[in-house]
């Protein structure tokens, strides 16, 4: 057994995390204990290398015990292969960058339990954008403040407020059915594999629910049956937004009462477009705005930028904004014409406390103060979000059933 060290390392959003990494793995004086270590780097990023040398080059040179290349793999069985691949290569230092990122509630546990078991051979410099990820192993707790590292202060337990009501839609979508979503018995396969099996569900108007699920039970499958998206609601009992499935809708009967957001589009938008241009761009459903806004689209979106406090920087350039900003402004985007139904796909991905807190505000505003349904997706729960209810996968051999949660 080695005389190992464990570091649990806050890094904000807009701190500079890869920074960070660059000198750990440079061996600069920031983290004087393992310069002279071999070091190694546990990463979405070095994930993302290995499964494009599959693509391009036809190397695979992580597998799991079962010889799986990492994309016939979920995501908790590629990060266990990455895991067991870079411990193969006998590291005295593992760089561990928000290495629980992605996985559902078993997969963190399993990964907690990998890292437990070698802590006696390997150290560990564990970076997070939430302290909820903090190793129980790590000893030392610390922050990143851009340039050094310093003693991690306790957090400060702080209330987001957004001041204000949300601004009324321009021209309301009547909808007067009783159900925007109605499922029964609805159950999706793929050649010999039921991804879900006999799911019943009923989204109502004005409803507040969160979709919960571990990787790989059908999350997105069942997402893209209530987009439209999916060949596979043909022929089931559905109803999306009062028209039957199969009764002659068009994708854009069904989208046109979606607003949609997943943490992806964060980084869709490159365009050197505006923070004002882009939420207007949501009256169009456009990628970028080609039209001239009207006077009340301009006032509406004056009202959302205050809300959200970025009235004063309304002709700064989007890809400009922090992380946690660009995702207001999108889900802002995503709720300018008030939808019958707005869809949070994973908003929670990649942020720190605070802009976790942020989002959280802001969708329970939406939540209390229009008719909008929301659904908000993820993997687990999260604190100071208030969803009415919860429709959870539960995974099974014969296919993920659903079951309705109170809260």
């Known amino acids: ?65 079962r010889g799986q290349t990492l994309k016939s793999m979920s995501s908790g069985e590629r990060k266990k292969a990455l895991l067991q691949h870079i ?6 230092v593992i760089i561990l960058d928000n290495p629980s990122d992605s996985l559902d509630v078993k997969g963190r546990e399993d990964l907690v339990a ?7 051979k390997v150290s560990t410099v564990n970076i997070v954008s939430r302290t909820r990820d903090f190793l129980a192993i790590g000893t030392t707790q610390l922050q990143y403040a851009g340039k050094e590292l310093v003693v991690l202060q306790k957090e400060i337990e702080e209330e987001i407020v957004l001041k204000g009501k949300i601004p009324e839609p321009i021209q309301p979508i009547l909808y007067e059915d009783e159900y925007l979503i109605r499922m029964k018995n609805v159950s999706v396969s793929y050649l010999d594999r039921c991804i879900l099996k006999a799911i019943n569900w009923e989204i109502k108007p004005g409803e507040f629910w969160q979709l919960k699920g571990p990787n790989g039970a059908g999350k997105t499958t069942l997402l893209t049956m209530i987009t439209g998206d999916n060949h596979k609601a043909y022929g089931q009992d559905i109803t999306l937004f009062g028209f ?24 869709d938008f490159w365009r050197n477009q505006s923070i004002e241009h882009m939420i207007i761009s949501g009256y169009y459903d456009s990628i970028g705005l080609y039209n001239r806004p009207t006077e009340l689209q301009l006032k509406r979106t004056e009202a959302w930028l205050d809300l959200i406090g970025l009235k004063e920087q309304r002709d700064k350039p989007f890809i400009d904004l922090p992380i946690g900003y660009r995702r207001l402004v999108l889900i802002v985007r995503a709720m300018v014409k008030h939808p019958p139904l707005l869809i949070l796909d994973e908003p929670a991905s990649d942020l720190d406390d605070h802009n976790t807190k942020l989002m959280a505000a802001l969708v329970n505003k939406i939540a209390q103060e229009s008719k909008t349904a929301i659904l908000y997706v993820s993997h687990q729960d999260e604190k100071g979000l208030h969803p009415d209810r919860v429709f959870e996968l539960i995974a099974s051999e014969e296919g993920s059933v659903g079951i309705v949660l109170g809260v």
């Open 244 to 267: 039957k499935k199969g009764s002659g809708e068009s994708v854009w009967d069904i989208k046109k009462n979606i607003g949609y957001y997943t943490s992806t589009m964060t980084y």
């Open 1 to 65: 057994m080695t005389n190992t060290q464990h570091w649990n390392i806050y890094v904000p959003n807009g701190a500079g995390k890869q920074r960070l990494i660059d000198q750990l793995l440079s061996q600069r004086e920031i983290l004087p204990a393992i310069i002279g270590k071999r070091i190694l780097l546990y990463s979405a990023v070095v994930l993302a290398k290995y499964i494009r040398e599959e693509d391009i080059h036809d190397k695979y040179e992580v597998t799991n015990q």
């Open 87 to 92: 411990l193969s290569q006998q590291p005295e």
């Open 114 to 120: 990998a890292l437990e078991a070698i802590a006696g």
